[in-house]
């Protein structure tokens, strides 16, 4: 008798954890208003379209508090162009709305990735170069996005194909471009800013330059990142994976003393 009991209670168990598990991986109930009233703007995705930009994995929106997120539903951003939702949805279905943006956001979700994220800071900040180009919780460069809020959204499987193939389904503006002034010199970097008239870019050192156009004899748009090609053959699988344990993972991982201590 008290093996049947431990027996179906182990059943019970595991009953109960698949059924938690199904549900967590579940998208919150605000998933059909986000995709009819939002997503025709924002993308099924929340990353942005013509019309509207990326609201899921800009940093600068997931730090904002829910109470804010809420507000901005209700009220719309008129100069920005987006309506008010306060008269079309009650307040719990807002509240479904921002709850479904946090998952977009990666909130919720649970990331595993074998790798050690004090050795993958170590890396992004040395051996690596990544901080070079890319900036993470206020330190790095410019020239690249910025990473905070990367891992969060991402999937570990994502965030590897990202660094080891830079170029698959590259977003047209983090494309390089390249310059040719009617002197010949040639510059190749970011674009920052474009009109009729002027380009603005960013090489890689991370300076800025300002072209008329008047002045360029070519002006070539790559379909390439500025992202080093070789991160699958320079970096070993266990340093793929600490890189990648640090992204999901950074906001929690410190400094190590030793090397605050050199820093000092």
Not at 29 to 54: I, K, M, V, W, Y
């Amino acid at each position: 008798m008290y093996r049947s009991v431990s027996r179906d209670l182990a059943k019970g168990l595991l009953l109960f954890s698949i059924v938690a598990t199904i549900s967590l991986a579940q998208p919150p109930a605000g998933q059909p208003l986000f995709s009819s009233s939002c997503a025709g703007c924002h993308g099924l995705d929340g990353r942005g379209g013509e019309h509207a930009p990326n609201i899921a994995t800009d940093a600068r929106v997931q730090r904002l508090e829910d109470a804010d997120l809420t507000r901005i539903v209700h009220d719309g951003i008129p100069a920005a162009g987006m309506p008010a939702f306060g008269s079309r949805f009650d307040p719990g279905q807002i509240g479904a709305v921002v709850s479904y943006l946090r998952f977009l956001q990666g909130r919720g979700q649970t990331a595993h990735v074998d790798g050690n994220a004090v050795k993958g800071r170590a890396l992004f900040f040395g051996a690596g170069r990544c901080s070079e180009c890319h900036m993470m919780h206020g330190q790095g460069g410019f020239l690249g996005p910025d990473l905070s809020g990367y891992g969060s959204s991402h999937s570990p499987d994502d965030i590897r194909e990202s660094i080891v193939n830079p170029n698959k389904d590259l977003e047209p503006r983090h494309g390089a471009i390249a310059v040719t002034t009617r002197s010949g010199r040639q510059y190749t970097g970011a674009l920052r800013n474009e009109d009729n008239f002027s380009i603005q870019m960013q090489t890689r050192d991370g300076a800025f330059h300002f072209f008329d156009k008047s002045e360029l004899a070519r002006v070539e748009r790559q379909a390439r990142s500025l992202m080093p090609q070789d991160y699958g053959s320079r970096l070993t699988k266990a340093e793929l994976n600490d890189l990648i344990r640090y992204l999901i993972t950074s906001p929690s991982v410190q400094t190590p003393a030793k090397e605050e201590d050199e820093d000092q």
